[in-house]
């Protein structure tokens, strides 16, 4: 064995931002029994960028994390738990056990944020890493993030952009070049100090996004206006040290996309800007179901480096707001850090305009939480990685054989059909827990066949959208045309219907105010606040403070009169929402 | 600023395995001018496991690196260095500049390494990353392995397997857990030591592959027989720091998909081991036109810490085998190791066996020099990102626009048939430059269009494998339907045509041996030597030493009788293939 963990305790630590950090008295209780995910904090509560590229800065998380919403999870006794009892020696088999487990669904109304890792771990969506606030993304996780990838990767190609790969390790130094940007991510940052049995000259730091790294990238590769633009994109893991992590909303180390572009112009870089928050805001409509608003950050929530940050901003089950993408328009900060310059069409030298935009694999957290049920998940048809589970109704006495032909040949009328569909003939399993099952999983359509169908030729859907009988049709013809017929009509009416019903639930939890008080009733009351904003940042600071509420943005949709602002009565221009978020 | 990276100086190294190591005197020239790819070695030889999977081992490494063949690469004067001049300050346009620079393109014959140097770089390619032996993959090399993919990921779940994504960061004590496992990989793993501001407990490995923390997460999921067999795959980044790298051939972080699987009995394994080396020789046959040889590894080019290990072999076109993708039959060591058990049908807990296998960026090294040619990059076009550039001949005095409707014509065309094309009509370019810049980036047909054959409603094509007249056809109809059917038959007939010319030539350079000599006297001549193969480990070390050649495999055909063994005269049961390797 050439290692020996002995060896590591002597290494010293990165501390200079700790130092710069002023201690704080929070800290979580040492009896806290939760498990990986929502982690004990050993140390002195640290500010820390959060989330996101254009989550608050340090200040801002600072001030309310004694408070955070997020503490609630730190109270859980989570049932991961139970996968250490003794109870596990007894061997179960793991998707066995899976289904027993799918009753054991919190309630929602009971305890949101454990119904939320409830869905998570019974619909084997991720499971805990060894490393604290680490995920393992599973297949059906990982299915639904590959569907992300596939929209949104040829939303940026029918837009112009390729895809390229930038190295994760970036010198320590890099990220020093562009002041704003260190201070932002530099609480949060794992770093390489040894690689190849030796202690390198520099610290390397495991990127936690890569805007410097593609600038010093950028410096070498733009010379002259005909390099612009220069509209780049990559698929890539990022690592962020993170106090307080859940799945999918707040890992340690998450996937996403990250684009970079330059432009000669302020103009383009602000159009490219706001054309990638808007494929976002598509996307997370049309595909995902998630009736999103998109606006403008206010400043102190816009990300560390850039001049301006677009985001959109989806509703969850209960009420928070969850930031679900983000579009920076960088102007020239990280060009003149990086001495990137181009010759203009004049023989001019200037420095190029930027932005970066980014998803990632949260927004499988707000899929979870936009649509999820007592039942488990509800997965936006397009998205979902099965659309269609056939279960065959195998009663004793009945004609198997028939049934069992029945329902092959309708699985093979769908696949033929390019529909996503699973025939789950498993014996040993009652029709009932493979309802509950694909139910969890959030399968859109089921599909029933029992031999008074197969008499009839017939057979009978349920869709997951609407529980119980109002869900179900019976006597759909079972001749293959008009069977694939009925699904993708049904396929296309369900990714609808999610939309209506989320649209309709955000409608209903916004309230538009115009006094503090009617803000704080409104976030007391677990909705999102709009009204007329022209408060400062110190303003917008004492807010947060008092309600625990941020600005999540100044939505692109305006009123036509905007009347005196909520808070400091001033005249304001615009409204802002003002929401507990995640 | 936070950081301050003298604050980094204290940090201590990990350098139990540094010490492991006895020192060598092997030491790379102080002077040599080579940039970040074919770094300078500052430090003494270590022993290192190679690039891939199943490369060899420590002690083989350090047995012959100082003759290394990659060590012609840190002769070069890199092209690179070019770009790091005051000329650069001219400002030309980066794209200018790659067209002006394609003829500089090194010959071949005259200096390989720099051939494949200056590919990668006037292809655009990839570009040096600012960490040593970090790499840019730029969008047309990334385009290529968005190539790799998507054929390797239908082929994947076209037999059961899903993707999922595990984390990259394992804590230290994973690797130890299997002492094969550590040996091999140790030396050459980044470490992150500090994380938040905080040292870190226990150290974290950047993943050089994820065996242990897959089997981590099997563990806890593997409980019956129902369970199995468990067959999953990730797409993902890994480090391995490696003393000499070069791009896409060994980088220090590199891309790649690593498949993990588990069964209920070594049978199940076998054949799923098997099953994944024959997928990769029909992606690099089929696909990629590369005729690679699939056989099995000798004992001392096993993975560390694998029973078995399959690989794919190809030949490059200076005759030096690279080992393309590897499948590895794990057997029980890394269940039995993590400790999981499932219960079998018969109630008896077992350990399960796995395998693992795994195809990187590597890949898209061996289609660079398994069909480059002196004007560059040659691509089979099931892969190129551009399969038919459209080049309009715009005389003076001729009649431009119909002959730019002409060519909107043929393109329109081509992209409702599914063809990738891309139409230069660029007028501040040469017809001339254009092919060269397009023979450079390996399109497979050029389109040219011209006043008279705008007047004969007809155009040219030129094939990219058949350079000059013989590769010409001229009175191609213009009328879509026959044009399209004229192109696809032409890409059909240039992927055969590089499969076929890239085996002529791989059938030409291996050479039957039947004696140690003859042997020599092959791997002098840079070519492959095939022969009948007993020796034991430390004959296969001899025959290293003194000739640089490598055991790549015991090829799966085998001629149906077989000699004795060309080195130890006994009587051996299989022939293996011996050659100088990437």
């Known amino acids: 064995m050439l290692l020996e963990q002995s060896n590591l305790s002597g290494i010293r630590a990165v501390t200079a931002w700790r130092q710069a950090v002023s201690g704080c008295a929070h800290r979580a209780r040492p009896s806290c029994p939760t498990a990986r995910f929502v982690h004990q904090i050993r140390q002195p509560c640290q500010p820390s960028t959060s989330w996101g590229l254009s989550q608050p800065r340090c200040h801002l998380r600072t001030a309310t994390c004694a408070a955070s919403s997020l503490e609630a999870a730190t109270e859980q006794q989570p049932?991961?738990?139970a996968q250490k009892n003794p109870q596990r020696q007894q061997q179960k088999g793991g998707k066995q056990q899976q289904q027993q487990q799918a009753s054991q669904l919190t309630p929602r109304s009971q305890d949101y944020s454990r119904w939320y890792l409830d869905v998570v771990r019974l619909a084997e969506l991720a499971?805990?890493?060894?490393?604290?606030?680490?995920?393992?993304?599973?297949?059906?996780?990982?299915?639904?993030?590959?569907?992300?990838?596939?929209?949104?990767?040829?939303?940026?190609?029918?837009?112009?952009?390729?895809?390229?790969?930038?190295?994760?390790?970036?010198?320590?130094?890099?990220?020093?070049?562009?002041?704003?940007?260190?201070?932002?991510f530099a609480p949060e940052l794992a770093v390489v100090t040894t690689?190849?049995?030796?202690?390198?000259?520099?610290?390397?730091?495991?990127?936690?996004?890569?805007?410097?790294?593609?600038?010093?990238?950028?410096?070498?590769?733009?010379?002259?206006?005909?390099?612009?633009?220069?509209?780049?994109?990559?698929?890539?893991?990022?690592?962020?040290?993170?106090?307080?992590?859940?799945?999918?909303?707040?890992?340690?180390?998450?996937?996403?996309?990250?684009?970079?572009?330059?432009?000669?112009?302020?103009?383009?870089?602000?159009?490219?800007?706001?054309?990638?928050?808007?494929?976002?805001?598509?996307?997370?409509?049309?595909?995902?179901?998630?009736?999103?608003?998109?606006?403008?950050?206010?400043?102190?929530?816009?990300?560390?480096?850039?001049?301006?940050?677009?985001t959109i901003e989806a509703m969850m089950g209960d009420g928070k707001a969850l930031q679900a993408g983000t579009s920076h328009n960088l102007g020239q900060n990280f060009s003149k850090a990086f001495g990137t310059e181009f010759l203009d069409e004049t023989g001019e030298l200037r420095n190029p305009y930027q932005t970066s935009w980014g998803m990632s694999t949260r927004m499988l957290g707000g899929i979870i939480m936009t649509h999820g049920d007592d039942a488990?998940?509800?997965?936006?048809?397009?998205?979902?990685?099965?659309?269609?589970?056939?279960?065959?109704?195998?009663?004793?006495?009945?004609?198997?054989?028939?049934?069992?032909?029945?329902?092959?040949?309708?699985?093979?009328?769908?696949?033929?059909?390019?529909?996503?569909?699973?025939?789950?003939?498993?014996?040993?399993?009652?029709?009932?827990?493979?309802?509950?099952?694909?139910?969890?999983?959030?399968?859109?359509?089921?599909?029933?066949?029992?031999?008074?169908?197969?008499?009839?030729?017939?057979?009978?859907?349920?869709?997951?959208?609407?529980?119980?009988?109002?869900?179900?049709?019976?006597?759909?013809?079972?001749?293959?045309?008009?069977?694939?017929?009925?699904?993708?009509?049904?396929?296309?009416?369900?990714?609808?219907?999610?939309?209506?019903?989320?649209?309709?639930?955000?409608?209903?939890?916004?309230?538009?105010?115009?006094?503090y008080e009617e803000l704080k009733a409104a976030v007391d009351a677990n909705k999102w606040a709009r009204g007329p904003w022209a408060g400062g940042d110190a303003d917008e600071k004492k807010v947060k403070e008092e309600t625990q509420a941020t600005l999540r943005c100044y939505p692109f949709e305006q009123p036509e009169t905007v009347g005196p602002c909520f808070y400091s009565g001033q005249q304001a221009s615009e409204v802002a929402i003002f929401a507990k978020a995640y």
Not at 157 to 182: C, R, W
Not at 267 to 289: G, T, W
Not at 380 to 390: E, S
Not at 467 to 486: D, I, L, S
């Open 79 to 81: 049932q991961q738990k």
């Open 127 to 184: 499971d805990y890493g060894p490393v604290r606030g680490t995920m393992v993304i599973r297949p059906h996780g990982y299915a639904l993030w590959e569907s992300v990838q596939q929209h949104l990767d040829a939303a940026f190609k029918a837009t112009g952009h390729q895809n390229a790969y930038f190295p994760q390790l970036i010198p320590m130094s890099f990220l020093e070049k562009e002041a704003d940007h260190v201070e932002g």
């Open 195 to 310: 690689a190849g049995g030796k202690e390198l000259e520099e610290a390397l730091v495991v990127r936690p996004t890569s805007e410097t790294i593609v600038n010093h990238m950028f410096a070498q590769w733009i010379k002259s206006y005909r390099d612009l633009p220069l509209l780049l994109n990559q698929w890539a893991n990022v690592h962020r040290w993170e106090l307080r992590t859940r799945p999918f909303l707040r890992t340690t180390e998450f996937l996403w996309q990250e684009g970079h572009t330059a432009h000669a112009t302020a103009e383009e870089a602000e159009a490219e800007a706001l054309q990638m928050v808007n494929i976002y805001r598509d996307f997370a409509v049309s595909i995902a179901c998630m009736p999103v608003i998109a606006g403008r950050k206010s400043r102190l929530e816009t990300f560390a480096g850039a001049d301006v940050t677009y």
């Open 376 to 515: 488990g998940l509800r997965l936006p048809p397009i998205m979902a990685p099965i659309q269609v589970v056939i279960v065959p109704i195998l009663k004793k006495g009945a004609d198997q054989k028939a049934i069992l032909a029945a329902v092959s040949s309708l699985e093979a009328a769908a696949k033929a059909a390019g529909i996503r569909v699973k025939l789950d003939a498993r014996l040993e399993k009652s029709p009932g827990s493979k309802f509950n099952q694909y139910e969890l999983l959030g399968v859109p359509i089921r599909v029933e066949v029992g031999p008074r169908d197969v008499e009839q030729n017939s057979c009978v859907t349920a869709r997951r959208d609407r529980p119980g009988k109002a869900g179900k049709e019976f006597g759909v013809p079972m001749e293959p045309e008009a069977f694939v017929a009925h699904i993708q009509g049904l396929l296309k009416e369900i990714q609808s219907a999610l939309l209506e019903e989320a649209t309709a639930f955000r409608d209903a939890n916004i309230v538009d105010v115009s006094t």
